[in-house]
C-alpha cells in the first residue's frame, strides 16, 4: 500500500478528515469517493463527455442528490440504476449510499419484461435511468405507477424530474446520514434466463492488498474505465479508482479508437474493459492503431468474459505487456488474476489465485482432483457474498464456494477455465467440453471467432453446435471447418452443426448470449 501511494505523507489532519468521511459512509462501497475528497478535493475526480468534475464537486454534488432522495414522495429502500458510464450514474450511486438505500444495478440491455422482473423482485421504490431507457423503464413500470422515475442523462429539454434538476434545486444540502449499511444488489450475467440478484457486504483490506500485490495501481493518477459501470467488474474498477484517488475517465459507449485516444490524451496509466474491447481494438485497420501509442499504459486490466489468446498476444505485442486477466465471480469477487508474464507463457489462462484466495478443484462427488484433471472450481476468500436476493445461496463445501465454472490447475499454478459446469455436455456416453472445440475451430485461418454449445439430440442426448464468424474474405464451408475439428479432435467432439454468422450475439459486457443462439438452433 506504501508502494501503491495509498499510504502516503499527508499531514495528520487530513488523515483524520479522511477517516472521518470514510466513517460517515458506513465504510460502504462509495467510501472511496469520500475520502478523496478530502486527499485531493482540487484534483480531477471524473471526466465524462459533459466535462470534468472535482473530487470536491462529486463529493458535494453526491450530496445534494442524497438530499433530493431523501424529499421523495416515498420512502426511498431500493434505488433502481439504469445508466450508462457518466457522472450521473456515479452521483446517484454515491447519493443512495448516503441515504442507506440499497443499490440495485440494472443491465442497459434489459428489454421490458425482464427489466419488470428484476424491479418487482427487488422492490425498488425508484429507478434512474438514461432517457434513451424511456420506453423500457415505462413499460416495466406499467403495473407500478408509484415508482418514482429519474432521468440521469438526457440530450433534450426532459420535464420532471433528472438528476442535475434535484442537484441544482438541493445545491448546497446536506443529507439526514443513515445508520444503515447500504447493500449493492449485483445481477449474475443473465445469458440463459433472468439473472439473479447477489447481495454483497464488501471484503476486508485483504481485498485491496491483493489487488495492488498483482495488478500496479497507483494513487492520483489517471485510469479509463470503459467497461460497464452497472456490471461486477466495471462497477469495482470505478470504486476501486475512486479508492486510490485515481481520475476516473470514461465515455457512455464504448468506441475502440476513441478509446485509444482518451489514453494517449490523458496520458492514462491504466484502462479497465471486458475482454470483447480488446477484440475491437486489435479489429481496427492498422493505420489507425499506428496513431496511438498508449504508452503511458501500466495496466490493460479484463474481466467477465473469455480472452482470445490470438488477440491478447496480439494487444501485448503492439502497446507492451500490459494485460492483466482477471478472473472474478459476481458471487465471490476476485478469484485469480493472470499478469502479463501468465499470459506470455500461457495466452488462455485465468491467472494464479489471488493472495487470501484458495482454490480447490473438485470432482462430482467432492474430492479433490491432481494437477491437470478438470472439475468444479471451488473458492474460498474473504469476499462477503450474502446469498441471492430470493433467498437462495450458492454450493458450498467446507466453506468453499462453487464458482459454477469447470477448470483446471497446471504444474505452475495456474487455473485455466474450460467453461460453466453446465456448458459441459454427455454426448454418446463421452464428456465433451465446448471450449476446446471453440479453441480448435478458432486455430483455423478462416475463423475469426467460435462459439460451441450443446444442444438437445434425439439419438445421443446431447450435440454440439457451434457457430463461427469467419475473418473478411475468407470462404470456409462447414464441411471444411468440420473436417479441421475432425483433423484435430476426437471424432465425438465434431459439431454435428456448424453455422455461419456476420457476428456472434453479445450483452453490453461481452458475454454470448446463448439464449439466442439456441434460438437459432430450435428455427433449423
Excluded at 478438470?374 to 473458492?379: D, H, P, R, Y
Amino acid at each position: 500500500m506504501v508502494r501503491a501511494g495509498v499510504i502516503a505523507p499527508l499531514r495528520p489532519d487530513r488523515y483524520v478528515r479522511i477517516g472521518a468521511a470514510m466513517a460517515r459512509e458506513n465504510m460502504g462501497i462509495t467510501s472511496g469517493f469520500a475520502a478523496a475528497a478530502q486527499r485531493c478535493p482540487d484534483r480531477i475526480g471524473l471526466i465524462d463527455e459533459l466535462g470534468s468534475l472535482t473530487w470536491r464537486e462529486i463529493d458535494e454534488r453526491a450530496d445534494a442528490l442524497a438530499a433530493a432522495l431523501q424529499s421523495l414522495p416515498v420512502e426511498t429502500r431500493t434505488i433502481g440504476i439504469m445508466a450508462r458510464n457518466h457522472r450521473g450514474f456515479v452521483e446517484s450511486l454515491i447519493a443512495a449510499n448516503r441515504i442507506g438505500a440499497d443499490v440495485l444495478l440494472l443491465n442497459t440491455s434489459f428489454a421490458g419484461p425482464a427489466l419488470a422482473d428484476v424491479v418487482a423482485r427487488e422492490g425498488a421504490d425508484v429507478v434512474i435511468y438514461d432517457e434513451e431507457f424511456t420506453e423500457t423503464v415505462n413499460r416495466a413500470l406499467a403495473e407500478t405507477p408509484d415508482t418514482v422515475r429519474i432521468v440521469a442523462w438526457t440530450d433534450s429539454d426532459q420535464p420532471g424530474r433528472t438528476v442535475e434538476k434535484l442537484i441544482r434545486s438541493h445545491d448546497g444540502a446536506q443529507p439526514q446520514r443513515s445508520n444503515t449499511k447500504s447493500r449493492t444488489i449485483l445481477l449474475t450475467s443473465g445469458t440463459t434466463g433472468t439473472p439473479k440478484g447477489a447481495k454483497h457486504s464488501g471484503g476486508g483490506p485483504e481485498t485491496l492488498k491483493a489487488i495492488l500485490d498483482r495488478t500496479p495501481w497507483h494513487t492520483e493518477e489517471v485510469t479509463v474505465v470503459v467497461a460497464p459501470m452497472f456490471h461486477a467488474w466495471g462497477f469495482s474498477q470505478l470504486a476501486f479508482a475512486a479508492s486510490m484517488a485515481c481520475t476516473i475517465v470514461t465515455r457512455r459507449r464504448f468506441d475502440p479508437e476513441a478509446t485509444l485516444a482518451l489514453i494517449d490524451t490523458h496520458r492514462a496509466t491504466g484502462l479497465c474493459v471486458v475482454p470483447v474491447m480488446f477484440d475491437r481494438i486489435m479489429d481496427l485497420p492498422p493505420e489507425i492503431l499506428d496513431r496511438y501509442s498508449a504508452k503511458t499504459l501500466r495496466f490493460a486490466a479484463a474481466s467477465g468474459s473469455r480472452m482470445r489468446p490470438d488477440v491478447v498476444t496480439a494487444f501485448m505485442d503492439r502497446f507492451g505487456d500490459v494485460i492483466y486477466n482477471n478472473y472474478n465471480a459476481t458471487e465471490a469477487g476476485m478469484i485469480a488474476t493472470a499478469t502479463p508474464a501468465d499470459l506470455r507463457a500461457a495466452p488462455d489462462t485465468a491467472g494464479r489465485p489471488a493472495d487470501g484466495t484458495d482454490i480447490k478443484i473438485l470432482d462430482a462427488d467432492r474430492r479433490e482432483l491432481p494437477t491437470g484433471e478438470t472439475g468444479t472450481i471451488f473458492v474460498r476468500n474473504s469476499t462477503q457474498f450474502d446469498g441471492y436476493t430470493s433467498g437462495a445461496t450458492k454450493d458450498f463445501h467446507d466453506d468453499y464456494m462453487s464458482s459454477g465454472d469447470l477448470g483446471y490447475l497446471d504444474a505452475a499454478g495456474r487455473l485455466f477455465v474450460v467453461g460453466r459446469d453446465d456448458e459441459m455436455i454427455v454426448s454418446g456416453g463421452e464428456n465433451v467440453y465446448p471450449i476446446e472445440v471453440e479453441k480448435t475451430l478458432a486455430a483455423h485461418p478462416a475463423v475469426a471467432e467460435a462459439h460451441a454449445m450443446g444442444v438437445e439430440d434425439e439419438q445421443y442426448g446431447q450435440r454440439l453446435a457451434a457457430f463461427v464468424v469467419l475473418t473478411s474474405g475468407s470462404a470456409a464451408t462447414p464441411d471444411d471447418l468440420k473436417a479441421h475439428v475432425r483433423g484435430n479432435l476426437a471424432n465425438y467432439k465434431v459439431p454435428r452443426s456448424i453455422t455461419v454468422l456476420t457476428s456472434l450475439p453479445r450483452g453490453s459486457t461481452g458475454k454470448i448470449l446463448r439464449r439466442e443462439l439456441q434460438e437459432l438452433v430450435d428455427e433449423s
